[in-house]
């Protein structure tokens, strides 16, 4: 029979079946013996130990489309980033290196920024320009309002998607108002340093339709790309990440200009920055991953 992973805790696997049950799965030892570490998502042949008791063993693992680091998990279509307008405050730069990583792992990457509804310096129209003028798809919104379950849910249809986001952001709510009932344990924030309690302790899929699935996944509040061994990811690659600048490539003066050390007249993507075609948050991100990343290259 075969199943997808849903989470594994505990040196148990828990396998929604095609038979619509879900059975918790010891991996055979074979896995070990070849250092296949069995993942969320993963398709998987598993035989039935006890049927009463829900319980089997995993046989096989089916080749993966994709494998992710962090979170860890195996064939994803698309990943949804979640980020709040207020409390949490936004970090934009945490928010590039995710989508950098997602890009660099062929995902396409959606953001949704939550909690329009305390937002009283309406920042998340100006955080929606921001990225939508770089090409992602942004909503805007509050998991407290029905309307948003609509939109979410046709973004999400028919495809695996990893949620993703730093704790306090309001993924739990979310998963909560797309299954329609409490699964997922929510947290506070913690009012002396306005940072969410981490609430999901290991990466989770959940069924939210017919063949929609979505991964809750822990929060993160770093993002080191060079700790993640993307591979083949260099500090020249990373402008390919910011689909804004990509117009201005071409009237640079150099073919392998960097749009930081060179001089304004000679880099039209510094040009386009002084003429304010460009939103400066985005390229001083830029500019931060870039160095870092050719720090780490020198060393």
Known sequence: MQGRILKGVGGFYYVHAEDGEIYACRAKGIFRKEG???????IVSLEVTHEKDREGSLISIAERKNVLIRPAAANIDKVLVVFSVT???PNLNLLDRFLIYMGAQGLTSSIFFN?????????????KDIYESAGYRVLLGSVKEEDVKTEIEELLYGSTTILAGPSGVGKSSLINLLHGRILSETGELSERIK???QTTRHTEI????EGSYILDTPGFT?????ELHIDGLKSEDIKYYYDEFATYFPKCRYNTCSHIHEPEELCAVKQALSRGELHRERYENYVQIYEEMRAAERH
């Open 87 to 89: 409390e949490p405050e």
């Open 206 to 209: 959940f069924s939210i339709g």
């Open 195 to 197: 940072r969410g309690k």
């Open 222 to 226: 770093s993002l080191s790309l060079t």
């Open 36 to 42: 296949v570490k069995p993942l969320p998502g993963d």
């Open 115 to 127: 909690k329009e509804d305390i937002d009283a310096k309406a920042e998340g129209k100006r955080l």
